[in-house]
């Protein structure tokens, strides 16, 4: 009978799969090769937040992704699981612990990902119920602020990207208020534009420069992520898209390093993880992933900047000072 409950909880929380379509959306379809790898980045989240919400437990949950979910689409699924289960913490009298257990255990090196699922809960639930949601890491909950910005960016595309809203008021539950929430959230959002354009360079580089200068700058490391860690460019794309972020490269090349990390910690590097790298930052994704690593080393506690700025800026002047060599 339990079981019966979670899929049918399953099938009344999970979006329908045509809202994952770029037709839907209304974006733009560079070739039909892009449409299938972005739509299926989609719809392998929605089958991370099914299985959340119809799984037993945690281990079922991963267990379940690591079966059934492709290689190059798994962190996505994982991050749809942490979604689901953020969401069911919040939804619990009291809260809950099941994402925060997650990510300590089966969704582990899946980590990067696992926080961004957060912010999709945070986007999806009332505020009063952010407090349910686990206790996040005082360095990476920060990104569940991008996956925020993200989520509203692709499904309120007009206000956020089109009309360039910008987002107030908005804090982690634990955290202090901070005006450096509104940069992360602008990250997530430049992240959902690499989807919003179509992974088209050309598209993507006029959507960025027709926001505010001051927001440029976290718009360009948010598409550097996506444009590594979801693909969906060839090399001489991703070469258009540097020349188009210009002087803000450097950020642009932080995104890439985070998304060659994530890929190559969960163990899930793609041949286009490679490419990225080595167009966007100069280096090797081995060679990205250390530099993330690096940076963090002594990092000053949160402060007027957070440690987790320190922390991109750390890594933004290591590939400025590389200059990005290929």
């Not at 799969?17 to 790898?37: C, I, M, S, W, Y």
């Not at 289960?85 to 939804?91: E, F, I, T």
């Not at 972020?245 to 163990?267: I, P």
């Amino acid at each position: 009978m339990l079981q019966i409950f979670r899929v049918a909880r399953a099938r009344l929380l999970t979006p329908d799969r045509a809202v994952t379509r770029l037709d839907v959306r209304g974006f733009p379809v560079k070739d039909e090769d892009t449409r299938q790898r972005l739509e299926s980045v989609g719809s392998s989240f929605l089958d991370g937040f099914a299985h959340a919400l119809e799984a037993p437990d945690n281990a079922a949950v991963a267990d379940r992704l690591e079966r059934t979910v492709d290689q190059p689409y798994r962190g996505f699924a994982y991050e749809g699981a942490a979604m689901g289960l953020a969401v069911l913490d919040g939804m619990t009298p009291g809260g809950g612990r099941r994402v925060a257990r997650f990510i300590a255990g089966e969704a582990e090196r899946h980590v990067y990902m696992a926080y961004v699922g957060i912010g999709w809960a945070y986007a999806k639930l009332p505020r009063f119920l952010w407090r349910g949601i686990g206790p996040v890491d005082p360095l990476l909950g920060w990104l569940a602020l991008d996956g925020y910005g993200f989520y509203h960016a692709f499904f309120d595309t007009n206000k956020y990207v089109h009309e360039q809203y910008v987002e107030t008021g908005v804090h982690l539950p634990g955290y202090a208020p901070h005006e450096y929430s509104r940069r992360v959230i602008d990250q997530g959002i430049g992240r959902a534009m690499w989807f919003v354009a179509g992974a088209d360079p050309e598209i993507a580089g006029k959507l960025v420069h027709g926001f505010a200068p001051s927001r440029q700058a976290d718009l360009w490391s948010g598409m550097g992520l996506a444009a590594t860690y979801a693909g969906a460019a060839s090399a001489a794309e991703l070469e258009r898209l540097r020349e188009h972020a210009g002087e803000h490269w450097a950020h642009l090349a932080q995104g890439c390093t985070w998304g060659a990390k994530a890929r190559l910690f969960a163990g899930l590097a793609t041949p286009h993880t490679a490419v990225a790298t080595e167009v966007l930052c100069g280096l090797s994704p081995e060679d990205a992933a250390a530099v993330t690593d690096g940076a963090l080393a002594d990092l000053p506690p949160d402060g007027e900047r957070p440690a987790y700025e320190a922390w991109r800026d750390r890594i933004r002047r290591h590939v400025s000072r590389a200059g990005g060599r290929r």
